[in-house]
């Protein structure tokens, strides 16, 4: 009687105890960690490595979840221990968290920037460009454009002699489409491999019988969105390049002065033309030592395959941009006069 009596009471010991830990437990997993009200928005970041206890934790105290034991059963239950990712999202607070697990699980929204790059921009514009519309870091990418060639010359050999390391011309225009977070390194791979699949149909058969690389085509590209305001003129301002480099004479072309001038520099000084670069057609003999400028496909056409021409002058006449093509330098000064003349000058 007396063992019967101690073993109900053990069994109504252990069944209390059993009621007060189910009890303890229940009021954590139901017991709100916070009292900040449901509904508003809530910016949380989740680092990666991160576990399902602390990743609960920082739900928690975001309020986005009101339990983080809770959400830790909860992501047990439905075997998402493992399975949410990283990143940046916009939540709210007060979440059930079924739909909390599903968007961890599915990852951050990504965010994607548009950026038109345009025919003409120099190296450095780009750069600029990247900086302003898609938050690339300035200094990383303009480093990169401008010196850093050799550490894509092994995907793209036409830059293993890249003047001064130079990406200059490569960076085919085109509106690009880059994810946030993006780096400058991955911007300059997107840029060349769009540039590679854009010339793999350019026929250089013209070019390479007059003693012409890629790169030297590239660089007469550079200079034709420069020195001509028309698309439609390229094939003939192409065709003075070639016929003066024929002669042989000094190209004598501003654009590749004004490469090296402050931005914004618009005419040039009898001492600019004297300027001892590189890039100044004035004082050195071919083509500059690099492109000045990103040209696109037009400019690459006409370029690699320039019109059939005489010409070895032109000179700005028309409001819209066009331009006389001459001969002869003396018919290059009455072109030069009769615009004079026509503009009041």
Same mark, same amino acid.
């Given at each position: 009687?007396?063992?019967?009596?101690?073993?109900?009471?053990?069994?109504?010991?252990?069944?209390?105890?059993?009621? #007060?830990?189910?009890?303890?437990?229940?009021?954590?997993?139901?017991?709100?960690?916070?009292?900040?009200?449901?509904?508003?928005?809530?910016?949380?970041?989740?680092?990666?490595?991160?576990?399902?206890?602390?990743?609960?934790?920082?739900?928690?105290?975001?309020?986005?979840?009101? =339990?983080?034991?809770?959400?830790?059963?909860?992501?047990?239950?439905?075997?998402?221990?493992?399975?949410?990712?990283?990143?940046?999202?916009?939540?709210?607070?007060?979440?059930?968290?079924?739909?909390?697990?599903?968007?961890?699980?599915?990852?951050?929204?990504? #965010?994607?920037?548009?950026?038109?790059?345009?025919?003409?921009?120099?190296?450095?514009? #780009?750069?600029?460009?990247?900086?302003?519309?898609?938050?690339?870091?300035?200094?990383?990418?303009?480093?990169?454009?401008?010196?850093?060639?050799?550490?894509?010359?092994?995907?793209?050999?036409?830059?293993?002699?890249?003047?001064?390391?130079?990406?200059?011309?490569?960076?085919?225009?085109?509106?690009?489409?880059?994810?946030?977070?993006?780096?400058a390194q991955e911007v300059v791979e997107m840029m060349l491999d769009h540039f590679d699949s854009q010339i793999a149909g350019l026929d250089l058969s013209y070019a390479t019988s007059q003693g012409l690389d890629l790169t030297d085509v590239v660089i007469i590209a550079?200079?034709?969105?420069?020195?001509?305001?028309?698309?439609?003129?390229?094939?003939? #301002?192409?065709?003075?390049?070639? =016929?003066?480099?024929?002669?042989?004479?000094?190209?004598?072309?501003?654009?590749?002065?004004?490469?090296?001038?402050?931005?914004?520099?618009?005419?040039?000084?009898?001492?600019?033309?004297?300027?001892?670069?590189?890039? =100044?057609?004035?004082?050195?003999?071919?083509?500059?030592?690099?492109?000045?400028? =990103?040209?696109?496909?037009?400019?690459?056409?006409?370029?690699?395959?320039?019109?059939?021409?005489?010409?070895?002058?032109?000179?700005?006449?028309?409001?819209?941009?066009?331009?006389?093509?001459?001969?002869?330098?003396?018919?290059?000064?009455?072109?030069?006069?009769?615009?004079?003349?026509?503009?009041?000058?």
């Amino acid at each position: 009687m007396w063992l019967a009596r101690v073993l109900v009471g053990v069994v109504v010991l252990v069944v209390l105890l059993g009621a #007060v830990a189910f009890g303890a437990v229940r009021y954590h997993l139901y017991r709100p960690d916070t009292n900040i009200a449901a509904g508003a928005s809530v910016h949380v970041v989740i680092e990666s490595g991160s576990s399902t206890a602390e990743i609960a934790e920082i739900l928690s105290e975001a309020g986005v979840i009101e =339990n983080a034991l809770m959400f830790r059963w909860k992501t047990r239950q439905a075997e998402a221990d493992g399975k949410m990712r990283a990143g940046e999202y916009d939540l709210s607070t007060g979440m059930p968290y079924d739909l909390v697990m599903e968007r961890l699980i599915a990852g951050p929204v990504a #965010v994607y920037f548009k950026v038109p790059v345009p025919e003409g921009f120099t190296a450095v514009q #780009v750069a600029e460009r990247f900086a302003e519309r898609a938050q690339i870091p300035a200094d990383e990418l303009t480093a990169l454009v401008t010196a850093g060639a050799g550490q894509f010359a092994a995907e793209h050999p036409y830059l293993q002699d890249a003047y001064g390391g130079s990406l200059e011309g490569f960076l085919f225009p085109a509106t690009y489409t880059v994810e946030e977070g993006a780096s400058a390194q991955e911007v300059v791979e997107m840029m060349l491999d769009h540039f590679d699949s854009q010339i793999a149909g350019l026929d250089l058969s013209y070019a390479t019988s007059q003693g012409l690389d890629l790169t030297d085509v590239v660089i007469i590209a550079s200079i034709l969105e420069r020195e001509s305001k028309l698309a439609e003129e390229f094939p003939l #301002v192409s065709s003075v390049i070639y =016929n003066r480099l024929a002669k042989p004479m000094r190209l004598q072309l501003c654009a590749t002065v004004l490469y090296e001038l402050p931005p914004g520099t618009t005419s040039l000084t009898e001492q600019d033309l004297k300027l001892d670069s590189p890039y =100044n057609t004035y004082i050195h003999d071919g083509l500059p030592v690099g492109p000045i400028s =990103n040209p696109g496909m037009a400019a690459l056409q006409a370029a690699a395959t320039p019109a059939e021409t005489d010409y070895l002058y032109y000179v700005l006449t028309g409001a819209d941009g066009s331009q006389t093509f001459t001969r002869t330098y003396d018919e290059f000064l009455k072109a030069k006069q009769a615009s004079r003349d026509m503009n009041g000058g």
